[in-house]
């Protein structure tokens, strides 16, 4: 099992930036990449951002680049994701997720593609 605690959400005004933390435990060397989604009040959970552990390659929601980066840090476990320009819509409680398996571009933003997840952080977006 993995255990996954996010971290860095709260509330900031449009235009602003914030870091989310995911902290992974447990058989971390069975992680073959970890993901974030967000789900908003009312709609789907949707893909953010995703990266393999090994190499590093990313994966973005098109709707998405150029604001957020996801990046890792294998020793601790941990990936990040750095949000900028942040919108209201941006508002959602934004999950950490791990796929133990490759996966192409089609299955990266399925939420079934994954195997563990946290149990989210809430990040707010004022205008």
């Known amino acids: 099992q993995v255990q996954l605690v996010e971290s860095g959400g709260g509330l900031v005004q449009a235009g602003g930036s914030l870091r989310l933390s995911c902290a992974a435990s447990?058989?971390?060397?069975?992680?073959?990449?970890m993901g974030w989604f967000r789900q908003a009040p009312g709609k789907e959970r949707e893909f953010v951002a995703r990266?393999?552990?090994?190499?590093?390659?990313?994966y973005y929601a098109d709707s998405l680049k150029g604001r957020f980066t996801i990046s890792r840090d294998n020793a601790k476990n941990t990936v990040y994701l750095q949000m900028n320009s942040l919108k209201p819509e941006d508002t959602a409680v934004y999950y950490c997720?791990?796929?133990?398996?490759?996966?192409?571009?089609?299955?990266?933003?399925?939420?079934?593609?994954?195997?563990?997840w946290g149990q989210g952080t809430q990040v707010t977006v004022s205008s």
């Open positions: 997720a791990v796929d133990f398996d490759y996966a192409g571009r089609a299955r990266v933003v399925n939420v079934h593609e994954y195997d563990y």
């Open positions: 447990g058989r971390t060397f069975t992680i073959y990449a």
């Open positions: 990266i393999n552990r090994s190499d590093g390659s990313t």
